[in-house]
């Protein structure tokens, strides 16, 4: 049984409301939200509708029972407050009928988030679950493979690709990063300007840079994980309303010696070539997201971003790039190369130091010579040593503030702390997701050591990167 968990849209506040809460209906905004929550379900053809009996989330659920032409019950498990257990039980419950399509469950705030966690599919990123008013979480049970969770934000006016939220001239697009720890899809709508606003994203940890063998191919089964993965990304794009993928392919399939049967394998699930882009094309794309993102419009900046097969360089102003490189330095490689023990090993950490080194020294002479005014990092690994430093300021939905940054020395103190903590000790810390666990030891010392080698005192965090810099590109040429 598959489910799509739908919070209830957007609603009168509680400050305007005289009359019972449980009466509190949806404002026009919200109409128009529900209207796009029906359209980006209805193809799914679910058989079952369950609604708090709040009137928000009955109203939220209106025009889908009515496009359906099925019938909405009711179900006081799914009130505000509610206990997830209970909903566990309901879950159980609908599973032993055996429904033949997928099931919509409407509900709040509060007990979404909790279900989520307890169910713990894959797909889940660290930090707060999101949950936004009229956005959805779409499981799909894949038998002894668990259970797989997909957010989305449908906007008012989905039902088509280029009348999003900025009018006539946005465009709906998809970015695929196909990269060597995860598969990330990025569905957004785009305005000519600049301006991004995130649809949906997905992310799938397939670790391919751990799968290349000895002889630097990637497995058989990866490759099928790949092909699996990339066609489910595809078929979630286009129910989004995507017009355009734009699939880019780094590390793990630039190093492959197998690359090019791997593309083909994915060019064949998508439909669309796949871009396999350099280390210096990914830095500039990169480089591109920070400048729009952050608004670098003065002084020069040096761009970093850890991912898991490699590290990219960028340097540039609000012009241009002006020195990029790439090294192979990623989270995911060292880990597996240097540190696999559990908790890390003191020669291990300093192996992972020695190999940082090695590789940054002989840039510090460029680095210096551009003499960039502030560094600013990406990447998963870097976003999850934020919200464990600095949790009280990550947001709602997990997203990390603006100006958000982390110094060196707590880089460097957590570093230590997190190789002496088993997987187990590490889970326990706040934030921090199963998937990541292992990574997180050499993903800060690998921060750390950077940071002081480059004389880095402190260091921006940012929350866009490759995809969001794939998708400007793609506006910015159009």
């Known amino acids: 049984?598959?489910?799509?968990?739908?919070?209830?849209?957007?609603?009168?506040?509680?400050?305007?409301?005289?009359?019972?809460?449980?009466?509190?209906?949806?404002?026009?905004?919200?109409?128009?939200?529900?209207?796009?929550?029906?359209?980006?379900?209805?193809?799914?053809?679910?058989?079952?509708?369950?609604?708090?009996?709040?009137?928000?989330?009955?109203?939220?659920?209106?025009?889908?029972?009515?496009?359906?032409?099925?019938?909405?019950?009711?179900?006081?498990?799914?009130?505000?407050?509610?206990?997830?257990?209970?909903?566990?039980?309901?879950?159980?419950?609908?599973?032993?009928?055996?429904?033949?399509?997928?099931?919509?469950?409407?509900s709040h705030g509060d007990l979404i988030p909790a279900l989520l966690r307890i169910l713990a599919p894959e797909g889940l990123d660290d930090g707060p679950v999101p949950c936004k008013k009229g956005s959805f979480w779409r499981i799909d049970w894949r038998g002894e493979r668990g259970a797989r969770a997909t957010y989305w934000l449908p906007r008012p006016g989905s039902e088509t690709s280029t009348h999003g939220v900025g009018g006539h001239a946005t465009r709906r697009l998809a970015a695929l990063d196909l990269g060597s720890s995860s598969f990330h899809l990025l569905v957004a709508d785009a305005e000519p300007g600049g301006t991004i606003h995130r649809v949906g994203r997905e992310r799938v940890m397939l670790r391919l840079g751990a799968m290349i063998t000895e002889g630097g191919r990637i497995t058989a089964a990866a490759r099928a994980r790949a092909v699996e993965t990339v066609d489910q990304m595809r078929a979630d794009a286009e129910q989004a309303g995507a017009e355009k993928l734009l699939p880019v392919a780094t590390a793990a399939l630039r190093d492959a010696t197998n690359s090019a049967e791997v593309v083909a394998d994915l060019e064949r699930a998508l439909g669309v070539p796949v871009r396999l882009i350099s280390g210096e094309q990914e830095a500039r794309l990169i480089f591109r997201a920070l400048r729009e993102r952050l608004d670098l419009r003065e002084g020069v900046?040096?761009?970093?971003?850890?991912?898991?097969?490699?590290?990219?360089?960028?340097?540039?102003?609000?012009?241009?790039?002006?020195?990029?490189?790439?090294?192979?330095?990623?989270?995911?490689?060292?880990?597996?190369?240097?540190?696999?023990?559990?908790?890390?090993?003191?020669?291990?950490?300093?192996?992972?130091?020695?190999?940082?080194?090695?590789?940054?020294?002989?840039?510090?002479?460029?680095?210096?010579?551009?003499?960039?005014?502030?560094?600013?990092?990406?990447?998963?690994?870097?976003?999850?040593?934020?919200?464990?430093?600095?949790?009280?300021?990550?947001?709602?939905?997990?997203?990390?503030?603006?100006?958000?940054?982390?110094?060196?020395?707590?880089?460097?103190?957590?570093?230590?702390?997190?190789?002496?903590?088993?997987s187990a000790g590490r889970l326990a810390l706040p934030g921090v997701s199963a998937r990541r666990v292992d990574l997180l030891p050499t993903g800060a010392v690998i921060v750390a050591t950077l940071a002081q080698r480059l004389g880095i005192e402190r260091l921006r965090v940012c929350d866009w990167g490759l995809r969001e810099g794939v998708i400007l590109e793609e506006i910015q040429a159009g």
């Not at 739908?6 to 905004?29: C, F, G, I, N």
């Not at 708090?52 to 889908?64: D, E, F, G, H, K």
């Not at 020695?354 to 840039?363: A, F, G, H």
């Not at 919200?387 to 570093?415: F, H, K, M, Q, W």
């Open 301 to 422: 900046t040096l761009g970093i971003d850890l991912g898991g097969g490699s590290l990219e360089l960028a340097i540039g102003d609000a012009e241009r790039v002006r020195w990029e490189c790439t090294l192979p330095l990623g989270a995911v490689r060292l880990h597996h190369e240097l540190a696999p023990a559990d908790p890390m090993k003191p020669g291990d950490r300093r192996a992972i130091a020695e190999r940082v080194c090695n590789e940054i020294d002989p840039l510090l002479a460029e680095v210096r010579a551009q003499a960039p005014e502030r560094a600013v990092a990406i990447g998963g690994t870097v976003r999850a040593l934020f919200r464990l430093l600095r949790a009280s300021e990550v947001g709602p939905n997990g997203r990390i503030p603006i100006d958000g940054e982390l110094e060196t020395a707590e880089l460097v103190e957590l570093a230590g702390r997190l190789a002496r903590l088993t």
């Open 1 to 106: 049984m598959n489910l799509y968990l739908v919070r209830h849209a957007k609603s009168y506040s509680r400050s305007a409301w005289v009359e019972a809460d449980e009466l509190r209906p949806l404002t026009p905004a919200g109409i128009l939200q529900a209207h796009s929550i029906a359209t980006a379900i209805a193809g799914e053809h679910p058989t079952r509708l369950l609604s708090s009996p709040y009137a928000r989330c009955y109203q939220t659920l209106l025009p889908l029972s009515r496009k359906l032409q099925l019938r909405m019950e009711l179900e006081s498990r799914l009130a505000e407050g509610g206990d997830p257990r209970a909903v566990l039980e309901l879950l159980d419950e609908l599973d032993e009928l055996g429904e033949a399509g997928p099931v919509v469950l409407c």
